[in-house]
């Protein structure tokens, strides 16, 4: 009897961001606790803008178990958790909180690691000797430089529009690599083989003005942006003549699944989640 009024019991997950209407983490998390038979729920919350610790304690004091944390609030989540973990500690951003057994939250970061094995697993790119840039500074680009610096890249180029912030990051970084920054209107003006997107600037409807001479012959364009069509950036590129170009839906899989891995123990099939939960008008 006890059992099973245990086992009717849901694990309680949430994402947290403002804006959150747009999210897909809850079906992922949802199919990948089908794949593993965890008991789960995983909600979205809206949470308040400059006040991430009001939303983050209201959700685990109604028992919430863990939280993925998405923008606007990674670095406030950084200083809201008790432990960190190294991938955390470096990238100096949180997006995944874990609810140890003594009450105790645990910050990491999974965008690292959920980024890298979209592009080395599923699209098969070799970063070594490559030239990177990323379009952005912010909580995502702090997650995923030190993963691509491990790569051994010819070089890394962040341009944000506020320079002050890609400065930051470089200066940060610059013991584990060749890393360089820019604003956004003076990027050096080269063909990269990597280019990531990695601003928020669609999510206000505001089209970035980019140099189209940093499009190669070979340049794989990706937008860490995921949406049912193409993204501004994916339209750019494309009318730039770039010969790949992917947008984050896979990066957001990978993400989540070691985010649930760490929460439940069990390692969920993003292979299978890809070809079941993948926007048909992208494939
Ligand atoms: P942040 O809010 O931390 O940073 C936003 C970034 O966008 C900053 O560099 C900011 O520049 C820039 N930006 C915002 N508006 C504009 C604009 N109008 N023009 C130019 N630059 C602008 O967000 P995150 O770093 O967390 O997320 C960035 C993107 O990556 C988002 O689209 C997010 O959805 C995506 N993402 C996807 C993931 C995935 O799994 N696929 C995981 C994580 C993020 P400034 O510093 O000047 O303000």
């Not at 995921?226 to 170009?245: E, L, N, R, V």
């Amino acid at each position: 009897m006890q059992q099973n009024s245990e086992q009717s019991i849901s694990a309680k997950y949430a994402v947290i961001g403002n804006p959150i209407a747009h999210s897909k983490s809850p079906e992922i998390h949802q199919l990948f606790a089908d794949q593993t038979g965890e008991n789960i729920s995983y909600e979205k919350i809206l949470g308040e803008k400059y006040n991430f610790p009001y939303s983050a304690n209201k959700f685990f004091d109604a028992d919430g178990q863990g939280l993925n944390v998405t923008l606007p609030f990674k670095l406030e989540a950084f200083n809201f958790v008790d432990q960190l973990t190294d991938f955390a500690k470096h990238a100096g951003a949180v997006n995944t909180i874990i609810r140890q057994d003594n009450g105790d939250y645990l910050g990491t970061n999974t965008d690292g690691i959920g980024l890298l094995r979209d592009l080395k697993k599923t699209l098969r790119l070799q970063l070594r000797d490559k030239k990177i840039l990323i379009i952005g500074a912010g909580g995502a680009t702090q997650g995923i430089v030190e993963p691509l610096l491990n790569e051994k890249p010819a070089g890394l180029t962040i341009a944000n529009r506020t320079l002050h912030k890609a400065e930051t990051i470089a200066k940060h970084f610059k013991k584990m690599g060749d890393i360089q920054s820019c604003s956004l209107n003076q990027i050096p003006e080269q063909a990269y083989d990597l280019i990531l997107h990695a601003t928020s600037a669609a999510l206000q409807n505001h089209e970035l003005e980019l140099p189209a001479v940093i499009i190669g012959t070979q340049t794989c364009c990706y937008d860490l942006l995921y949406s049912d069509t193409a993204t501004p950036f994916m339209q750019w590129a494309k009318k730039h003549g770039a010969t790949q170009i992917v947008d984050g839906f896979g990066m957001l899989l990978e993400q989540a699944a070691e985010s649930f891995y760490l929460w439940r123990g069990k390692r969920p099939d993003t292979t299978m989640a890809q070809n079941y939960l993948r926007p048909k008008s992208l494939t």
